[in-house]
């Protein structure tokens, strides 16, 4: 290799190593909120910092799989009089102190390898560090080539994972007998390795133990919007992700281990492990320690990230540790029928997610609040913005609000309901997930809008009488017109609170008397949910799909039908099934429920357009081709309008906070032609 390609390749390993020091801050912030129980990590941090939820949820889930992992092998192995566990790219984890203070390591070796700059600083801190010293027993051994540190039972060498002879020798010499039973982890970090080299290693610990265990976690789905994001992270950071294209999913994993001489291999994603392995009582615990309003995004990571454990060694009779997992929803994703071709709308200042948009005219849409980009920075935003239609372009207008004393104050997860031709209704949404007692909102605008008009409209924001507090203080919600007995009523459903996180429950607020009135409703009670999606049809609701209270998506569409006396729930039977969803829209036209985008736990594939026929239940879905697109479309926390004289769909917005890789906006709106989809069934 010549010195170019070696300073390539030095600033690569340096960048890898960086991922340690931001790891380890994260993993400590996540103990500091009391998300994982675990003493050890701030002697590993210089400076703490406190990460965002999301942060803490995704360390969580990957602490809490990884620990699945080592408790049933060193389970499974209890009574050998000798056992190991050799962590590659450990950085500053603190497994061993957990484990060693517990009592778990009995008859056990703990062997970990790094970058020699990474074990060097991770011996100095363990002999700086009283609480550290005293759990390994001293100081260790003085460093001597490949060991940073040496006790009886913990190992740290100093090895480039990608030299095997290196690597066998210095675990030879660190005393590791391949005869033992022996667990090797490997967590985010086969996938920082060429693909040749990483391949190499798992074929080479496959030769070298007769009977040992290797769990890996890291990425996967590389090709989705999500994917394609967090690729684009790590490749800013100089630490590309090799492995996702040559393993892009959970089988192309299994069986690249199995294929290397691993007998036994079995895989799940994050979303399964945590609706599987962790109790319903812990996950309540998880979701109370602080306030939490990133599911979308929180669904998407665990569906890119895996935890696989693949097994060899009859003695110790191995079992798939993921084999006897709990029931999942695991339905098939759906084969599409077609494809919907996607075109970009240049407009600008519709960055945005959280917001709400709404058809006030036949061709002129309002769009109001959410949190996006202005002036070059992301934050909640509290202006209105306004698109007419003039032939086939879409003109924007700027937006005068007349506040009357009343603050819009940026909300985000609203409802705008046009309820005339000059007004419409705002209900509910929330500042942050402890602030969401925002009430209602009288929006009044103009009786007449045209391209022609001068270039400001102007919106009056008046604060009516309070309709019910427990009405409007909640987020995540639907309101949608309905007709009991010729009168007109607003029809407000499930949403979250900062108390409750999902609401069951409804209301119906007269329109005229702007009071909520009682109103019969027989038939079984939905279960609760939020980011649902509702529309009129036939003076009454479909309620489709939705978030439960078991923080899963629920597969069911409802009819809120209206009888003589008041209404009546039924459910809408699909076929096939209809997939679980959330955060998605959807409109009704011509009989037809069109629901656009979402989140599902089929990480195989992303939500486009399904169209279920409302008078058979037949359902087809569409792939909704980007090709043209720039950029990831994200299609979730969006809005969408359907322009019935055209057959079209104006998907506004979408995106979210994606993990620790950055906030994702979708660039632009988008347009889908539907015309072939919706004359074709």
């Known amino acids: ?61 990957r602490a809490r799989a990884v620990d699945h992992c080592v408790q049933e092998f060193l389970q499974q192995s209890q009574g050998y009089p000798r056992r190991q566990i050799l962590s590659f ?107 040749s080299r990483s391949d190499a290693l798992i074929q080479w610990a496959a030769h070298h133990f007769p009977c040992a265990q290797f769990v890996v976690y890291e990425q996967m789905h590389p090709e989705d919007p999500f994917g394609r994001i967090m690729q684009q992270h790590f490749s800013r950071l100089n630490s590309v992700l090799h492995a996702l294209a040559q393993y892009p999913d959970c089988e192309a994993q ?48 665990c569906s890119h990230y895996f935890i696989l454990a693949a097994s060899k060694g009859e003695e110790l009779a191995w079992s798939p540790l993921f084999s006897k997992m709990p029931a999942f929803s695991a339905d098939d994703p759906p084969r599409a029928a077609g494809s919907i071709s996607a075109s970009v709308c ?34 909640r935003l509290r202006d209105f913005h306004v698109l007419i239609r003039h032939e086939d372009n879409w003109c ?8 009357s004393g009343n603050t ?27 602030n969401a007692d925002l009430g209602i909102l009288w929006l009044r605008f103009p009786e007449s809008m045209t391209a022609s008009d001068p270039d400001c409209v102007v919106v009056e924001l008046v604060s009516p009488q309070p309709a019910e507090d427990l009405a409007s203080s909640r987020w995540r919600h639907t309101t949608t017109e309905v007709m009991c007995q010729g009168q007109k009523y607003l029809f407000i459903y499930g949403g979250r609170s900062a108390v409750q996180p999902v609401l069951g429950d409804w209301y119906f607020l007269h329109l005229e008397e702007f009071s909520c009135k009682r109103i019969p409703v027989g038939g079984p009670v939905p279960e609760g949910r939020h980011s649902h999606s509702a529309c009129s049809w036939d003076g009454g609701a479909l309620i489709a799909g939705g978030l439960g209270a078991a923080g899963q998506p629920l597969n069911s569409v409802l009819f809120l039908r209206p009888t003589g006396s008041g209404f009546q729930w039924q459910g809408v039977e699909t076929h096939p099934p209809f997939i679980p969803r959330y955060s998605h829209t959807a409109h009704v036209h011509d009989g037809k429920l069109l629901l656009v985008g979402g989140v599902w736990l089929h990480s195989e594939s992303v939500p486009g357009v399904t169209v279920i026929d409302l008078r058979t239940g037949f359902s087809l879905d569409y ?10 479309l994200m299609l979730h926390n969006h809005s969408s309008i359907f322009l019935p004289d055209k057959n079209e769909l104006l998907l506004i917005g979408g995106g979210g906070n994606c993990f620790s890789f950055g906030t994702h906006l979708n660039l632009h709106p988008v347009c889908l032609g539907l015309s072939n989809i919706l004359t074709s069934q």
């Open 623 to 632: 792939q909704i081709d980007t090709v043209s697109l720039k950029w990831p």
């Open 89 to 195: 790219g450990a950085g500053f984890d603190s497994l061993y102190f957990r484990l060693k203070t517990v009592g778990l390591l009995s008859c056990t070796v703990v062997y970990e390898v790094d970058f020699p700059s990474v074990t060097s600083r991770k011996a100095a801190l363990i002999k700086g560090t009283k609480d550290l010293a005293m759990v390994v027993g001293g100081v260790g051994r003085r460093e001597s080539g490949a060991m940073s540190f040496a006790v009886e039972d913990y190992k740290l060498l100093g090895v480039d994972l990608s030299d095997l002879s290196k690597l066998e020798q210095a675990l030879k010499e660190a005393g590791l007998d391949p005869e033992v039973p022996t667990m090797l982890l490997a967590e985010v970090v086969l996938t920082y390795m060429e693909i």
């Open 1 to 61: 290799m010549g010195r170019r390609g070696r300073g390539r390749s030095a600033a690569r390993d340096e960048a890898i190593q960086g991922t340690n020091d931001s790891s380890i801050v994260s993993k400590c912030s996540t103990a500091a909120l009391g998300y994982i129980h675990d003493g050890f990590l701030q002697y590993f941090v210089t400076k703490r910092c406190r990460r965002a939820p999301l942060i803490h949820w995704g360390y969580y889930v």
């Open 408 to 434: 819009w104050g940026g909300r985000l997860f609203h409802t705008v309901t046009c309820v005339s031709g000059s007004q419409a209704l705002a209900v509910g949404g929330r500042m942050s997930p402890t």
């Open 346 to 379: 240049t407009i600008a200042g519709l960055r945005r997610y959280g917001h709400h948009s709404v058809l006030i005219k036949p061709h002129v849409v309002l769009t109001t609040g959410g949190f996006g980009e202005q002036d070059e920075r992301h934050c």
């Open 396 to 403: 924007v207008r700027s937006v005068r609000m007349e506040k």
């Open 254 to 301: 299994r069986r690249r281990f199995l294929q290397r001489g691993w007998a036994k291999c079995s895989v799940i994603d994050m979303n399964e492990f945590y609706a599987g392995f962790i109790p319903e009582d812990e996950r309540r615990r998880v979701q109370a320690l602080e306030p939490f309003d990133e599911y979308e995004e929180w669904h998407l990571k």
